[in-house]
């Protein structure tokens, strides 16, 4: 039972371009959250989603950020127009149709702004 | 809103000692309380789920405890070991089953 998928590892945009970053939640989960953690600080909530449906935002930068769970194929964290202060790492994490069940983490994507 | 904290920020060791990390939260209305190790550079690996109606759960060398009145969680680590260095999370499952909110965490160091 693969766990957290998250692609890509590493990602490096330079100022103004896009990033799209990827969640495959485990096998049989249907709630992803998106956690940001910057260098030295704590993780901080994004959003919450489930299938086709974003329950909880209040995390998401109001501009330029937006997220999706389609019915099917990930989840995806979209940034554009990057800035260097969205350097970061992006971390989901799903848990299974029970809320609030355990929260399952991937490796995380580590976005560099240049 | 919910808020939680973590003493101490930081704790070094020498291998062998019994240690216990502490967690805060300001609302007691929880869900349940998760505690997380994250190793540099990497994910976070759960450790131990404690639902709202249980005092305590232990995994191994791990005893984590509850006690939602007076907001506070510990995680207690037996015998500890140079392996157990990581930054120690702990995390708040709301009463409404929409989010988990963060400690800032608590970098462990066990020297050999």
């Known amino acids: 039972n693969a766990g957290v998928m998250q692609n890509p590892r590493h990602l490096v945009r330079r100022r103004g371009q896009e990033a799209r970053l990827r969640c495959s939640p485990m096998k049989g989960h249907s709630h992803v959250y998106w956690y940001r953690q910057l260098p030295e600080e704590g993780l901080k909530f994004m959003v919450y989603l489930q299938k086709e449906n974003i329950i909880d935002e209040s995390g998401m930068p109001k501009e330029r950020f937006s997220a999706e769970f389609p019915k099917e194929g990930p989840s995806i964290l979209r940034i554009q127009q990057v800035v260097r202060g969205d350097s970061a790492a992006y971390f989901c994490a799903s848990s299974p149709d029970f809320s609030p069940g355990p929260l399952h983490f991937g490796n995380g994507t580590r976005l560099t702004v240049t | 809103k919910q808020e939680v904290t973590q003493i101490p920020a930081a704790l070094s060791v020498p291998e062998g000692e019994n240690l216990v990390l502490n967690c805060s939260f300001t609302?007691?209305?929880?869900?349940?309380l998760q505690w997380f190790r994250q190793d540099p550079g990497k994910g976070l690996t759960s450790l131990l789920l404690i639902q709202s109606s249980q005092r305590e759960q232990t995994s191994g060398r791990l005893n984590a405890s509850l006690d939602k009145s007076s907001g506070r969680s510990t995680l207690y680590i037996a015998a500890s070991q140079p392996g157990d260095s990581a930054t120690y999370l702990c995390a708040v499952g709301d009463n409404y089953g929409q989010n988990f909110v963060f400690g800032p965490g608590t970098r462990l160091s066990v020297l050999p």
């Open positions: 609302d007691s209305a929880i869900y349940n």
